[in-house]
Structure formats: C-alpha cells, structure tokens
C-alpha cells in the first residue's frame, strides 16, 4: 500500500494552529506527515514560518505518525548542530523520523551574511554535510576541512538506529546525484512525463529506499474557490529552481509571482473541488512510480480539506492506489 501522508507548511500556518492541522490529520486517517523548514515565508501573502524542529518535538509527541522534514544543511545549519537535532528527535521516537537534504535556497540562507553560492558548490558542499551527518550519526568524532570546518565534533545522545537521511530534487539530475548516498528520495509533483524522468535518473543510478512525492493542492466548494486558494497562496512559488534558488526576500517573490498567468497556477497546483477526480489525479502522479504521497493543501485554512479528505479523498486515493 501506498503511505498516504499530510505535508504541514510551516509558512503558512503558524506553529499552535499548525499542530491541530497535524493532530487531525491523523485523525481522519492520513498515514504520516512532513513539514517544510524555512526562515521565510515565500510571500507575505502566506506570513508565517515557525522554526520546524521545535515544533517536530511537539508534533511527534501529540501524534503516533512518523514525520519528515525537508531541510538545507551548510549555510544557516552548520551540518554538527543539525546532527545533534536528527539525532535527538530519532532517539526520543525510534523509527519515526526521517530527514530529506537538499542545497537550500538563498531566501533562507542568506541571513548568515556569507555569499550565496552557485548551485555546483552548493551540491557539493550538500555532499559534503552528509558525510558529516552520516559520521557523527555513527557516533565518530569528526574533524574535516572543506566546505564547511568541523573541529572533533561528537554527538552524545545517538539513536539504536540512524533515521533515515533522503534526498531532496527536482530535476533529473540531482536526483541522479543524491543515488549514491540517500536513503530514498522525495520530490514535488510536476507533470507525469517529468516525474518518470526524476523517479527514472534515481533508480537508474541504482538509488535505494523509497520514493516520495510532495503534491500542491487547492481544494474548495467549487473551481472558482479551488483557484483562488491557489492563486493566492502560490503563484509565488511556480518559479523555475535557476529563479528560485536565488530571490532573497518574500517582497521579491511577490513581485515576479505577480507575472505568473492563470494556467500557470494550474500547471503547477492540483485545483480540484470533486473528490473523487482529485484521487483519480492523485493515484496518476503516485503511479509515476512513488511509494509515499504527501498532500499539501496551499490554503492557510486546512479544515475543509481535511473534512474531505478523511469522508471521501482519502478511502477513494487507497483504492486508486492499491
């Protein structure tokens, strides 16, 4: 069976009422949950990014499901203090976390005031991380001299068993890159024939674990609602990645996600309001070749969804999926 989880985003939720979204979530019958971790939201429209591991302690605690988290260690997380927090949220709930990597974007990593760099370097020093991570999570003591300076680092409190460090891509190419150390792989929706080429570069370079996908959507009382959610919400996060990776600020984002047209957004977002079509669009991404789904509504509201999703979605995307 496909897991079928729930993405919690921390930039549009604020972090108390972001915590019922994820106690609800199991409630009406999700699997499992992520959550982005950002600095800043990407639009001031969205308003909100509460710090993800203090409230993963709170979230794992109030619920039984296993969580993930998508984040950037080398820039704002120095790659020791990172393994210290994998380290302590994977020994306080064993088999329950896991954490997906990736080279960050400037909007959050600027703030340290060193330079951004290219996206070569930033993979590279991404390469770097893990094999700190990995070490440090093997309880080695570490000293390395590269892109990032560790000076004999340990990590204490360890758990019986590492969790679970995937990779982070969009494109075919890093996903390629990531085969040879992730634990799995985690991605965003996009249209079929581009997922096939993500999930194909990874396992064609003999990549292990499972596969994950993120999915956008908007869900409302009928079309005109469902896209207003995700006009509003979104437009500002269709950018290309060679756009993305680099706008510094929610205003910037703001400003070119005003260039964005109407079947952008649809592009980008699954805008739905029957549930059964929406599973039926869902069980066509998963199909691409993914293990675990994630649903992310972009609303700042989430009950609605959730309504629909434990009544209707979420029985009807098990039977497409099975």
């Known amino acids: 069976m496909v897991t079928v989880g729930l993405h919690a985003s921390h930039e549009q939720v604020a972090p108390g009422p972001l915590l019922d979204v994820a106690r609800r979530a199991q409630d009406v019958g999700f699997d499992a949950a992520m959550c982005s971790d950002h600095l800043t939201p990407w639009s001031t429209r969205q308003g909100e990014s509460g710090f993800a591991w ?56 600027h703030v340290t005031g060193e330079p951004w760099p290219v996206k070569a370097e930033r993979d590279a020093r991404l390469r770097e991380c893990v094999d700190v991570l990995r070490a440090l999570l093997a309880g080695e003591e570490v000293t390395h001299r590269g892109r990032v300076t560790v000076d004999r680092a340990r990590v204490w409190s360890l758990p019986e068993d590492p969790p679970r460090l995937v990779g982070a891509a969009v494109t075919p190419a890093t996903a390629a890159r990531h085969a040879d150390w992730a634990d799995g792989l985690v991605t965003v929706n996009q249209p079929t024939e581009a997922l096939r080429r993500v999930v194909g570069a990874y396992r064609d370079a003999d990549g292990r674990g ?32 060679s756009v993305s990776w680099h706008l510094e600020t929610p205003e910037q984002y703001d400003a070119v996600g005003d260039l964005v047209r109407p079947e952008q957004v649809r592009a980008a977002v699954v805008v739905e309001h029957d549930a059964g079509r929406l599973a039926d669009r869902l069980g066509e991404l998963v199909a691409c070749g993914f293990d675990e789904v994630y649903l992310h509504h972009v609303g700042k509201e989430q009950d609605a969804f959730l309504d629909v999703a434990g009544t209707a979605l979420l029985p009807r995307l098990r039977e497409v999926t099975a």
């Open 54 to 109: 203090s409230w993963l302690g709170a979230a794992l605690t109030a619920t039984s499901l296993p969580f993930g988290v998508v984040t950037a260690p080398g820039q704002r997380y120095h790659p020791v203090v990172m393994a210290q927090a994998v380290a302590t949220l994977a020994a306080m709930f064993p088999g329950r976390f896991w954490a997906a990597l990736g080279s960050g974007e400037a909007m959050n990593e």
């Open 210 to 241: 499972p596969l994950a996908l993120q999915v956008h959507l908007a869900w409302g009382e009928d079309d005109a609602a469902a896209f207003a959610v995700a006009h509003d919400q979104w437009r500002s996060n269709l950018l290309p990645p």
